[in-house]
Every structure is written in structure tokens, then in C-alpha cells.
Antibody, heavy 121, light 111 residues
Framework: QLQQSGPGLVKPSQTLSLTCAVS??????????WSWIRQSPSRGLEWLGR?????????DYAESVKSRITINPDASKNQFSLQVSSVTPEDTAVYYC?????????????WGQGTVVTVSS | QSALTQPRSVSGSPGQSVTISCTGT?????????VSWYQQHPGKAPKLMIY???DRPSGVPDRFSGSKSGNTASLTISGLQAEDEADYYC???????????FGGGTKVTVL
């Protein structure tokens, strides 16, 4: 299960921060990756990036947000986080965290409940 | 503008079959077996229905099937039921840093 937390309102130019707590699995699992995906009427579903552990931690980020995004794992709390800096109203969306287990090969089988994030002053 | 092209809507009567297409390019859908489909009801998170073009996760009814030909993947719902009314999204591996891309979504209406 994935449980998301974080503020629903962020001011323009500030940093959006969300956390996804993992239960029933381990964020340090070497057979899964952990992604952030957002959904908006204008951009549809958009994969933002992922973190995963294979003897060490790795991250992949979408080209569209690569310069503004950070995904960090926290193994001690079994969770991972998303930060998007310098937000604009274009970043208004429902944000989801999701698991991508190795046996499903780049498909997402467990999703968080979604967090509605509005960028507005 | 989504990377993968889906029809905006399809409809069918209960018991009928509907097919949703998902057209990409030779760099995504045409290049990889990693094509998946998701069902989304209003206000809910997407649910995985098909992975690897045609495989169903445990618990997904066999009324849902997937296929691919060239750069186009398809999801078929046979024996349409009222609870199948939802939005459906395809997703494909891209082989780039933007690891996966989604389609724009198709609204399935059960008449």
C-alpha cells in the first residue's frame, strides 16, 4: 500500500514537496522501482521520475521536468519523496506515487491515493 | 499533447465488445513489449489491467485482452458490463530518459 502526504496548495516559484509511505513492501527492494506520476486536464498522465535500489540508489527523471525535480528515498522510514522546484500554475495536477515491480516490466501495479496540488498565490 | 494517441471515446451496449486503439511510433509502442493499460474511475487512481501487451494481472477479468500490431496497441473489452464504464489509458516504454509515456485516455461509455 502507498500512502501519500503533503500540502495541496503551493505558491508560484516555491517548491512542491510530497511524500509516499510504503507498506507491505520495501522501498529498498531490489525488485521494484518507485515512481511519481501526475495527471492534469492539459497534460494527461505524465510520468515524472523514479527511484530504485540495485546495490545502490538510482534515479531516472523525465526530460520535461529534469531540471526541477528531485526524488529521494528514505529507507529508514520506508518512504520516498518528490520535490519540484520553481513551480508554476502548469504544475497544478493530481500527483500519484506508484510501484513498478520488476516482474511487471515497467507497469504500475500499486498506486497512492493521489494528492491534488494547486499552484496559486 | 500526449505522446500516444487514443480515441477520445468509444461506446457499446452491455454484452457487446469494444476496442480501444493506442498509436505510438517505432520508438515506443512499436519497439517494446512493455505496453500496459489502465482503467480509471472518476476520483480514483488508475488500475493496471494489462501489462506486456497482453498479460493480465491476477484478479483482472479475462474479458479484458490486449494486442499489438506495429506501432498500434489495442485493448478489447468483451461482454461489456456497466462497471467497465471508465477512462482507459495506454502506456509504453520509450527507451529514453523519459522512461514511459501515456496515451491521452479513452472514455468508455456503456449504453
Amino acid at each position: 500500500q502507498l500512502q501519500q502526504s503533503g500540502p495541496g496548495l503551493v505558491k508560484p516559484s516555491q517548491t512542491l514537496s510530497l511524500t509516499c509511505a510504503v507498506s507491505g513492501d520495501s522501498v529498498s527492494s531490489e525488485s521494484a522501482a518507485w515512481s511519481w506520476i501526475r495527471q492534469s486536464p492539459s497534460r494527461g498522465l505524465e510520468w515524472l521520475g523514479r527511484t530504485y535500489y540495485r546495490s545502490k540508489w538510482y534515479n531516472d527523471y523525465a526530460e520535461s521536468v529534469k531540471s526541477r525535480i528531485t526524488i529521494n528515498p528514505d529507507a529508514s522510514k520506508n518512504q520516498f519523496s518528490l520535490q519540484v522546484s520553481s513551480v508554476t500554475p502548469e504544475d497544478t495536477a493530481v500527483y500519484y506515487c506508484a510501484r513498478d515491480p520488476e516482474w511487471l516490466r515497467d507497469a504500475f501495479d500499486i498506486w497512492g491515493q493521489g494528492t491534488v496540488v494547486t499552484v496559486s498565490s | 499533447q500526449s505522446a500516444l494517441t487514443q480515441p477520445r471515446s468509444v461506446s457499446g451496449s452491455p454484452g457487446q465488445s469494444v476496442t480501444i486503439s493506442c498509436t505510438g511510433t517505432s520508438s515506443d509502442v512499436g519497439a517494446y513489449k512493455e505496453v500496459s493499460w489502465y482503467q480509471q474511475h472518476p476520483g480514483k487512481a488508475p488500475k493496471l489491467m494489462i501489462y506486456d501487451v497482453s498479460d493480465r494481472p491476477s484478479g483482472v477479468p479475462d474479458r479484458f485482452s490486449g494486442s499489438k500490431s506495429g506501432n498500434t496497441a489495442s485493448l478489447t473489452i468483451s461482454g461489456l458490463q456497466a462497471e467497465d464504464e471508465a477512462d482507459y489509458y495506454c502506456c509504453s516504454l520509450t527507451g529514453t530518459n523519459t522512461r514511459v509515456v501515456f496515451g491521452g485516455g479513452t472514455k468508455v461509455t456503456v449504453l
